[in-house]
């Protein structure tokens, strides 16, 4: 009987390590998904920085205007407003659906343990639910 309480604890044990790993594995991802981001951010705006100071440069020689300085700088703005709104919006649904999902299954696993435990103990079956 105690074999039995064991093996099913371990087997318990091991699904919420898999989860926990699992969790981790996301985390990772996020946190790779966002230096890439951020990566490709300062490349483009690096790029973008460049043009803004030809134009500039060039509207103090009297070739271009001022509103040439804006114009040019718009994309950087409209990319980097774009980006950081989808990345917030997706990063936080997937945070609080993967942090639910899992506490909700640790629950569920850590509940079942504990109502073998207590049949085993007290020699009846539990209840139906």
């Known amino acids: 009987m105690n074999h ?29 998904a966002w230096g890439v981001t951020l990566t490709v951010m300062l490349v483009f705006a690096g790029i973008v920085g460049a043009e803004v100071a030809q134009t500039i440069k060039y509207a103090r020689a009297g070739l271009a205007n001022t509103y040439s300085v804006f114009t040019a700088a718009i994309p950087l703005l409209g990319v980097v407003g774009a980006t950081s709104l989808l990345l917030a919006l997706v990063s936080t649904a997937a945070v609080f ?33």
Do not use: Y
């Open 4 to 32: 039995s309480r064991d093996a099913e604890r371990g087997e318990i044990s091991a699904i919420i390590d898999g989860e926990k790993k699992r969790d981790r594995l996301v985390r990772r991802v996020c946190f790779i």
């Open 97 to 129: 659906l993967r942090f639910r999902t899992a506490s909700l299954a640790d629950i569920q696993l850590r509940l079942a343990a504990l109502e073998a435990v207590l049949s085993e103990e007290g020699g009846t079956e539990p209840e139906p639910t």
